[in-house]
């Protein structure tokens, strides 16, 4: 048994967790983008009978975002999602520091035409997401839901993206994102090991779509709101 | 010393169970207290360290190369033939024994290639079970090629890389044994000589190629798998570092080398583009089956190949012979351009080469066709030459590719010095004058994996009392002093001239006279400059670098120095050759159209030549006899 | 042609190795890369300086060998080319070269150009063969073996060994020479036996021995010089999800 809890600390064990946890978050964007989506329809969308007596985007918004804080089964979900980006988090360190030991002395000329920077470069994309995710909790969720300082979460989305460094800094962050998420997905396909041919050939297709897709729809969420 | 070739008594298709059935074993509880020295890692080295490693014996094996999967039987392309008569074709042993007696000119000993045809059959079952992914047609069963010289299809094949896949499975067979502990390798080890203890091979010495240290190693026996030595010619179709000296060295220390100037020159290679050049690729012979080869008509034509038409081109080979045409065996392609070169119809910047065209063939099959069955082969030849060969003729010449000759071995593989073994291509058997296509991989596998562990024990159940061999004898001393004196002499000559200046000498000399066409007085020749050369070799080399570390100058070197003895031995062994068999082609015996023609009479031996010193040789005679098959000449006309 | 050559010279693992500048005069379009490397140690010869070390024997691209970082790319410009199949014409006159060992922590520089790649070994030994002994073989036809599944086999098992996948790698992952042994031997009926201890022991093997961890880049199947493919490590990874599986 001692063998087989080796097995787990092999590289490729390591790289599995990354595939889960990272597919994990990935699907986890979909449904915040659902939620996010309510702040750029227009009011015309939202019927008046709908879910009780709301009658437009910002009750709409609020209500979805009362519904997500105080729904318990919805926590749950939440610690494992947390706990799943504090993983993948975690082992994208191990794995680094066990890449860079693999290193040898440093070419002195370079040339990387071989792949894409971004493929190259997960380590780096993902720290600036991480650094993206900090700020975006301290002022959304920290407000909303830790402090309790804010009670109009609509007022305060509203609000934060009519400031110019925010916007940029959220562009910035996403188009990060969208990179991460063009390599991530196939790359983590690739870590689980859906090895038919065909199958490859579709998911990297998934990929493309599913990193350029978030990206734009996460991305003209603030752009819309700034020039409102 | 009469030379015993231990032929076991029997009817030819007995010979091998009535060995096995009288010999000696070792049982399995001593077989660990013997040692075994193999050198050389490739489909004999290392099919005999693996298989004597599975057996129980104490292996260890040197070889020069960083990895045993990089020993030159990586290179073979085309296949591996075996008499399983799959294509119901009619194959049999008795057949495949027939052709490869006749492809070699009624110049090898029955026996060994009755017991070659035999274990062929297994060899096929062995390697896919290692897990060779040989050709298989779509209902799953092996697929199967046809080689040149003979009229079925026996040859098993991985694309063209047949030679990487069974070594592949070999080295991957000695790398279970590293791990069970049963095998060690010595990679970057080079042996440099022999130990003898009361006449008998007890242990080598070998140069660490990292550190340059020296090393004593001893064994119960000591097997050599290190291959051919065609590299002698310089520009061969052969890696690099191929090499004869440790066959030379076992020569020196008294193992008889046998037929040393039977050298096949293959005649579909890469033409020499320059001074500098290096080494011949070879392309595959199966080329031969849709290429037509030809050269213009008229001397020292510049045009390109595009502008000359048909009729002021000369497919000598379909002209000369006209029954096989462009598929006649490999000494005759070789010999044929070779004629024509001579006569000043070679083509290319150097005048080296002939043309291979498919314009023919893509006309009649198209495209597609020649690129389904030679596509690597084209794209090969665009990578080292630049040029696209769906569009104009390739360019070919003949190149040094394997050593029909080697160490003197009996039936069980020994030489003449009791427990020094070769196999594979360091030894002389199986092939004669002339080797068919497919047959290299095939005697190399099974001299390493079927035939050696099973002759060996025969010997070594004498040794089982011996004990471990201690390496702090005199023996080892003067061994050991004789390498470091002869290092250090290689290092105080510091001439002028580098070591491949003067190999590339050698080897102009060799592909001159003692190559495809030899006569008595260019032999002479060739053995007075070969003797200049070693003196200019022995006062003007310039080895750079010093003894304590890598020093591949140092390497290429020492490996030289037995190359220029090696040549003189080759010419020496044609010049007493009076007749042309197989690649041993002597101007002076020919027929009246112009054909090699063998003396039986005088002639049908093996040369052993033993070695007497400073270099001088005296020739023992190995009879053959042919009773299971009616000698004849060969014919392509 | 004129060239400049900036070339990697190291003593020996231990010492410590910076680029060299040497000037070549004569060389010729149809030279090889490595006959160019003879000429300038000819000359280093006649000099009386120490040649360069760099390693190569069958020069023809199936010995793997070679193994040369060439302007910073694995074998040098062409892709899926080995070193000795690289010819002066892919450079032009004037031209400089910069000329660096293959580098990873598993690969320690031996002396100049030559590395130590005797973890390769290391990770075959852990498990990349078939135990037949032999004499114990079936008779081959027994096995039909699809003619598909055959071919995919051998473009698995035709990985040579070189190593420019690790050089090229910016992790020095070895993860497309296992995957290739792996999936050679998984692909076929004979290897399927010995699948799960075969995956479990060669990855272990392959960390044990100091590479680094595959992310997918996939450059290392665009040097390849056998063009063996990054499905083959998605392939091992399913060898290793599946071995983990069933244990």
């Known amino acids: 048994m001692a063998f087989k809890l080796g097995l787990f600390k092999t590289s490729v064990a390591r790289k599995n967790v990354m595939a889960i946890t990272g597919l994990f978050t990935a699907f986890f964007l979909i449904i915040h983008l659902a939620g996010n989506l309510i702040l750029i329809l227009p009011d015309s969308m939202f019927p008046i009978e709908f879910w009780g007596n709301v009658a437009n985007q910002h009750d709409m918004y609020n209500a979805y975002s009362h519904f997500l804080v105080h729904f318990w089964p919805i926590s749950i979900v939440a610690y494992i999602l947390y706990a799943g980006l504090a993983l993948h988090v975690v082992d994208a360190i191990i794995i680094t520091l066990t890449n860079h030991k693999a290193k040898g002395e440093k070419y002195v000329k370079t040339d990387n035409s071989t792949s894409t920077w971004y493929s190259r470069n997960m380590g780096i994309l993902g720290t600036i997401i991480g650094i993206f995710i900090v700020i975006h909790m301290g002022q959304f969720w920290l407000k909303y839901k830790v402090l309790g300082t804010e009670h109009d979460l609509y007022d305060l989305v509203v609000r934060t993206f009519k400031l110019t460094w925010v916007v940029v800094l959220y562009e910035i962050g996403i188009i990060a994102l969208g990179f991460h998420l063009v390599h991530g997905f196939t790359s983590a396909h690739r870590s689980l090991g859906m090895y038919p041919k065909s199958w490859m050939k579709i998911l990297k297709y998934i990929g493309v779509c599913f990193g350029i897709g978030m990206a734009v729809l996460y991305g003209i969420i603030p752009l819309i709101i700034y020039f409102q | 010393m009469a030379l015993n070739a231990k032929e076991p008594k029997g009817p030819l298709k007995d010979k091998w169970r009535l060995y096995n059935e009288h010999k000696n074993l070792v049982n399995p509880a001593n077989r660990k207290k013997i040692d075994i020295i193999v050198v050389g890692a490739g489909l004999s080295g290392g099919g005999a360290s693996a298989s004597l490693a599975e057996l129980g014996y104490n292996v260890k094996t040197f070889f020069f190369q960083d990895s045993a999967r990089r020993s030159h039987s990586v290179a073979a392309q085309g296949g591996v033939n075996a008499a399983k008569n799959y294509q119901n074709d009619g194959d049999t042993i008795y057949k495949m024994f027939y052709d490869t007696i006749k492809g070699g000119d009624y110049r090898s000993r029955e026996a060994n290639v009755y017991r070659m045809a035999q274990l062929s059959v297994d060899l096929i079952d062995h390697m896919t079970a290692q897990g060779v992914p040989f050709g298989r047609e779509y209902s799953g069963y092996l697929s199967n090629r046809s080689f040149g010289g003979v009229l079925v299809s026996r040859t098993f094949y991985a694309r063209g890389q047949t030679g990487q896949q069974l070594l592949m499975a070999t080295y991957q067979a000695m790398m279970k044994q590293v791990k069970k502990g049963t095998l060690t390798q010595y990679n970057r ?178 495209v597609d066709t020649i690129k389904e069955r030679y596509g690597n082969l084209f794209t090969m030849y665009k990578k080292i030459t630049g040029i696209d060969a769906y569009k104009e003729p390739m360019k070919i010449s003949p190149a040094a590719h394997f050593s029909m000759g080697g160490l003197w071995v009996d039936y069980e593989l020994g030489t003449t010095i009791p427990g020094l073994y070769a196999v594979g291509e360091a030894n002389f058997a199986d092939h004669g004058a002339n080797r068919l296509g497919a047959n290299s991989l095939l005697q190399a596998s099974v001299d390493g994996n079927f035939v050696l562990p099973n002759t060996i024990s025969n010997y070594l159940a004498d040794e089982i009392r011996t004990g471990p061999i201690p390496t702090d004898t005199k023996e080892f001393d003067e061994a050991e002093k004789a390498v470091k004196d002869q290092i250090d002499k290689l290092l105080s000559i510091k001439g002028k001239t580098p070591v491949d200046r003067i190999h590339r000498a050698l080897g102009k000399i060799m592909f001159k006279e003692v190559a495809m066409a030899r006569n008595e007085k260019g032999l002479i020749w060739a053995i007075e400059e070969i003797k200049k050369l070693r003196k200019q070799f022995w006062t003007d080399a310039a080895i750079t670098g010093d003894a304590d570390g890598m020093n591949s100058e140092l390497e290429k070197a020492g490996r030289l120095a037995d190359y220029l003895e090696i040549a003189e031995l080759m010419a020496i062994d044609a010049l007493s050759r009076n007749e042309s068999c197989g690649a041993h082609f002597r101007e002076e015996f020919v027929s009246d159209d112009g054909e090699a023609e063998r003396n039986d009479e005088e002639f049908m031996y093996s040369a052993a030549w033993e070695w007497l010193g400073k270099p001088d040789w005296k020739l023992h005679k190995e009879h053959l006899e042919f009773h299971d098959i009616e000698v004849k000449t060969r014919s392509y006309k | 042609m004129k060239i400049t050559l900036k070339i990697w010279r190291q003593e020996s693992a231990k010492a410590k190795g910076k680029l060299e500048t040497y000037q070549l005069n004569e060389v010729e379009q149809d030279m090889s890369f490595l006959e160019m490397l003879d000429m300038l140690n000819e000359d280093l010869a006649v000099k009386g300086e120490r040649s360069v070390e760099f390693d190569h024997d069958c020069r023809e691209g199936i010995c793997g060998q070679c193994s040369l970082v060439i302007n910073g790319q694995a074998h040098g410009p062409e892709s899926h ?138 450059a290392c199947a665009m040097v390849c010089p056998q063009e063996v493919q990054l499905l083959d490590i998605t392939r091992m990874n399913f060898e290793f999800n599946r071995a983990l599986c069933i244990s």
Not at chain 2, 351 to 357: E, I, P, T
């Open chain 3, 81 to 218: 080319y080995t070193t000795c199949q690289t010819h002066m014409r892919s450079f032009k006159d004037g031209d400089t070269i910069f000329i660096e060992p293959f580098r990873a922590k598993a690969f320690p520089v031996i002396r100049d150009l030559k590395v130590n790649r005797d973890s390769f070994d290391t990770i075959i030994q852990a498990g990349g063969y078939i135990s037949a002994f032999t004499g114990n073989a079936p008779e081959a036809n027994n096995i039909p073996i699809h003619h598909d599944i055959s071919e995919s086999a051998f473009d698995s098992a035709a990985c040579i060994g070189c190593g420019a996948c690790v050089a090229t790698c910016k992790n020095s992952s070895a993860a497309l020479f296992v995957s290739a042994k792996i999936s050679h031997l998984a692909k076929l009926p004979q290897g399927k036996v010995e699948r799960k201890e075969r995956v479990e022991w060669m990855i272990t093997a392959h960390d044990e021995e100091g590479f680094g961890s595959c992310t997918h880049t996939g």
């Open chain 2, 189 to 366: 080890h080079e042996i440099l000589d022999f130990v003898l203890i009361d006449g008998k091979a007890r242990g080598v010495i070998v140069r660490d190629l990292v550190t340059g240290k020296i090393e004593r190693h001893s064994a119960h026996a000591v097997v050599l798998g290190t291959g051919g030595f065609g590299k002698i010619y310089y520009l061969s179709t052969l890696a690099m570092n191929s090499n004869g000296s440790a066959t030379w060295r076992a020569h020196k220390k008294g193992a008889f080398f046998a037929n040393p100037s039977w050298t096949q020159i293959h005649p579909t290679a890469l033409p020499q583009a320059g001074d500098q050049q290096s080494k011949l690729t070879l392309m595959s012979e199966s080329l031969r089956n849709d290429g037509r080869i030809w050269v213009p008509l008229k001397k020292d034509d510049d045009r390109l190949p595009n502008d000359i038409p048909d009729e002021e081109r000369d497919y000598y080979l379909e002209r000369r012979y006209p029954a096989f045409g462009n598929l006649v065996p490999r000494d005759v392609a070789s010999r044929a351009a070779k004629e024509r070169m001579d006569a000043g119809h070679g083509i290319g910047k150097l005048k080296n080469a002939v043309y291979l065209d498919f314009r023919t063939a893509i006309g009649k099959l198209g």
